[in-house]
């Protein structure tokens, strides 16, 4: 588990964990499911991640999208579809990917914030729990089928954050 997390099993919920930071008094919520993905390994990380930031006036949802292999793709677009034909594309400023070497992987990875247009077509997306497949495309194209557990994990924090947070405050 990453330092400073707390999970949230004594309201019900012992999958969503959160972790408060005094200096820039935000709170993030997380899927425990996350943290136990190895952020080094491609075949067990999830490309993708929903989060939260909570503020004293906002809650933010945001998307982070990790490409995981042994080459640089460069990646600048994201896209999810679904076998009914619903897609979501995202297109990443380059200023909010990072890239890093570390041992003998590399990682790109892009955090943005989720604006509603993106999350309605994303959720319509993931209602096909079972056939959810996603792209990075760059310098060249990588293709992932998103695990029914993915999907459930990423569904959660959507309904966590419409169902459970608001009654936190």
């Not at 896209?79 to 003998?104: H, M, T, Y």
């Amino acid at each position: 588990m990453t330092s400073g997390y707390v999970d949230l099993g004594e309201i019900g919920e012992p999958n969503i964990y959160k972790k408060y930071d005094n200096f820039r008094r935000l709170t993030y919520y997380r899927h425990s499911k996350f943290f136990e993905m190895a952020p080094m390994v491609k075949e067990i990380v999830s490309p993708i991640e929903i989060y939260l930031v909570k503020s004293d006036i906002i809650t933010t949802t945001r998307i982070k999208f990790r490409y995981v292999d042994n080459y640089w793709i460069f990646f600048n677009e994201v896209i999810l579809i679904n076998s009914e034909g619903d897609r979501v594309f995202f297109k990443i400023d380059p200023v909010n990917i990072s890239r890093i070497a570390q041992g003998r992987g590399l990682v790109e990875t892009a955090d943005i914030v989720l604006s509603l247009e993106k999350e309605l077509e994303l959720r319509k997306v993931l209602n096909d729990k079972e056939n959810v497949k996603m792209r990075f495309s760059g310098n060249h194209d990588d293709d992932y089928k998103l695990s029914s557990g993915v999907v459930s994990y990423l569904i959660e924090m959507f309904e966590f954050r419409d169902n459970i947070l608001p009654k936190l405050q």
